[in-house]
């Protein structure tokens, strides 16, 4: 993202986590890495909002950005994709009477499994990046099998990708009242681990890319 916006760009220090601070005209942006796995992500995400919070800028906008697996041919390596529900796929408990197998934290009565970007800002940003809009699931564990692609098909019907961080974001965000918006850059296909047909470097630079064609939007862009 950040060799989107080649202009002035500093390092700033928060505990945990270094953000990239990124000076437009009129906008800043601030990139964070941070970190693999939904709670890395959350952490990092909270410290960063507090942090300006406290210094009295907060945030408009949590852009969750990064590489997924795709399900094909909905969304192709080499694709990008925008997420209209940032769902947690895994967050729940093993069922042995429900006949999917498993109940997700909101049957039992706790939490949330989904949250769901501004529809407007969604379609904006796909129509920017010319791309698809929909569900991309957040895992701990990265799927490895076609078994478990098609348990996850069934389950979130019209699922896009998945990727590991974007839910922990979006709870991140969603704790200081701040909306999310997930890009993912698709690196390989959701199924049988096969790292030689991964494409994570065409992926980054298709995310690179993605950013330069939808910056206006995201800079113009006020929740209503």
């Not at 507090?50 to 906008?61: F, S």
């Not at 795709?70 to 390596?77: D, I, K």
């Not at 991964?198 to 006020?222: H, M, N, P, Y």
Request: glycine share 14%; charged share 15%; net charge negative.
């Amino acid at each position: 993202m950040a060799l989107a916006f080649l202009p002035e760009q500093r390092e700033i220090r928060l505990p945990g986590a270094e953000l990239r601070r990124i000076t437009t005209a009129g906008a800043r942006w601030d990139l964070l890495a941070a970190g693999v796995g939904p709670a890395a992500a959350a952490a990092a995400t909270a410290g960063a909002l507090t942090a300006a919070a406290l210094d009295g800028t907060p945030y408009g906008l949590v852009v969750c950005a990064g590489i997924a697996g795709g399900f094909e041919p909905l969304a192709p390596v080499g694709s990008l994709v925008v997420a209209d529900a940032v769902t947690v796929a895994d967050l729940g408990a093993e069922s042995g009477t429900d006949a999917d197998g498993f109940l997700p934290v909101t049957a039992l009565g706790f939490g949330t499994v989904t949250h769901e970007p501004p529809p407007r800002l969604v379609r904006e940003v796909a129509d920017a990046l010319g791309c698809a809009a929909g569900t991309v699931l957040t895992v701990s564990t990265v799927t490895g099998s076609a078994a478990r692609a098609g348990v996850l098909r069934a389950r979130h019907p019209g699922v896009l990708a998945e990727a590991m961080e974007g839910f922990g974001v979006a709870e991140a965000a969603a704790a200081h009242g701040v909306p999310v918006l997930e890009i993912r850059a698709v690196s390989n296909p959701v199924g049988p681990r096969d790292r030689d047909g991964w494409r994570i470097g065409a992926a980054l630079a298709e995310l690179t890319g993605g950013f330069g064609k939808c910056a206006t939007v995201l800079e113009s862009w006020r929740e209503v």
